[in-house]
C-alpha cells in the first residue's frame, strides 16, 4: 500500500494549492481518509477527514478556505485550499484506515508567505 502526496509549493497569501494523494494497493472509498498537517515545532493535526463518503471534519480555522474532495475513479483524494494565509505552512500528509490498518503518505510540504 502506497500513498502518494502531492501539489505542495510556495504559495502567496491570499493564493491557492491543491493537494493530491493517490493510492495504490488499497480502495480509498472504502477507507476513512484524512489530510493532517505539521507545522515546525508543533504536533501533527487534522485538517480534513472523510468517512463512508461524507465529509465528517475540517479543522475549524480551514472552514469556507478548504474543501476536501475525492475521484474514486482517479482512487484520489484532494484538498483545494483557497485563501492561504501564512498560518496554513506545514507539512501536510495523507491518511487511509481501512480498519484493518492505518496508512500514511509522506508529507507534501506547503509554505505560505505573507
Known amino acids: 500500500v502506497q500513498l502518494q502526496a502531492s501539489g505542495g509549493g510556495l504559495v502567496q497569501a491570499g493564493g491557492s494549492l491543491r493537494l493530491s494523494c493517490a493510492a495504490s494497493?488499497?480502495?480509498?472509498?472504502?477507507?476513512?481518509v484524512g489530510w493532517y498537517r505539521q507545522a515546525p515545532g508543533k504536533q501533527r493535526e487534522p485538517v480534513a477527514k472523510i468517512a463512508s463518503g461524507k465529509i465528517i471534519y475540517y479543522l475549524e480555522s480551514v472552514k469556507g478556505r478548504f474543501t476536501l474532495s475525492r475521484d474514486d475513479t482517479k482512487n484520489t483524494v484532494y484538498l483545494q485550499m483557497d485563501s492561504l494565509m501564512p498560518e496554513d505552512t506545514a507539512d501536510y500528509y495523507c491518511?487511509?484506515?481501512?480498519?484493518?490498518?492505518?496508512?500514511w503518505g509522506k508529507g507534501t510540504l506547503v509554505t505560505v508567505s505573507s
Open positions: 494497493g488499497i480502495s480509498l472509498r472504502n477507507c476513512d
Open positions: 491518511n487511509a484506515n481501512s480498519f484493518i490498518a492505518t496508512y
